[in-house]
């Protein structure tokens, strides 16, 4: 009676075998397969997979459509940072800031530089990843606003 669950050793191990390796593969799903581009040209975790981004063009010049998009984040949130893609031009200009506690990313783009017609990108997620596709749109309306006054 006493030697009757020496049997299960083998039977213990293998669940557990099967547990640490199931885990591990929803461990390894997550890491890389939660990772998107940003229109900054950075990476961000994400959760979500969708539309995540709007653009809106206007007939202002870059540093217009520039100043009024800082300027929109700064009333809304807080502007984090500046930069120059990597791969671009001085044509393009991007900010990553925060705002209602999801992180912005907005993308400025020269599309004419001949004649004043520049392209605005904004995209925004949670700090969990999740889109959030309501405040971008908001974002976007009051870029344009901000260049009609």
């Not at 700064?74 to 393009?92: A, C, F, K, R, S």
Request: overall charge negative; charged content about 20%.
């Amino acid at each position: 009676m006493l030697d009757a669950d020496a049997g299960c050793d083998c039977l213990v191990f293998t669940m557990k075998t099967k547990i640490l390796a199931a885990f591990i593969g929803i461990g390894t799903a997550v890491i890389f397969t939660g990772c998107v581009n940003t229109v900054g040209g950075t990476h961000s975790p994400a959760v979500s997979f969708g539309q995540d981004s709007l653009s809106g063009s206007y007939e202002r010049s870059l540093d217009q459509v520039y100043r009024a998009s800082l300027q929109v984040i700064q009333n809304d949130g807080t502007l984090v940072t500046e930069y120059i893609p990597h791969d671009t031009t001085n044509t393009v200009r991007a900010f990553f800031g925060k705002v209602n506690d999801r992180n912005v990313w907005v993308r400025v783009e020269a599309i004419d530089p001949n004649r004043p017609l520049t392209e605005v990108t904004v995209q925004a997620r949670s700090k969990w990843g999740a889109r959030d596709i309501d405040l971008v749109h908001e974002l976007e309306k009051e870029i344009g606003l901000q260049l009609a006054r």
